[in-house]
């Protein structure tokens, strides 16, 4: 779906959905953002599985907060494998709680 030097998008088949791994920041934001969007089917709730992900600026974790907002109210992105500094922030700024963003314990597997 995208890569560059410090990022690779691409789609997994179980669960449904995409894998970002790398390093997300401002270099590659709207090509994240653009893929994100363009990389999930309409019906069931998107996965998003950040296990590999090294790193994630600002940037990154607006795109993550807006594709939440377009999916709200109907869908729901299901956030997996989100480093824990990440997961702060989101709790931190009260992201966490958005109707249309969960964040997921599991493997991928609810």
Known sequence: MFADNHLVVMRTARPGGLMVAGEIDISNTASVADSLRDGFEDGAD???DLSRVSFC????IRALVSLALE?????????HGLPPQLETVLKVTGWADLPGLELCSCGGDD
């Open 57 to 60: 600026d600002v940037s990154g």
């Open 71 to 79: 999916l709200a109210p109907n869908r729901r992105l299901l956030v």
């Open 46 to 48: 998107p996965h998003l």
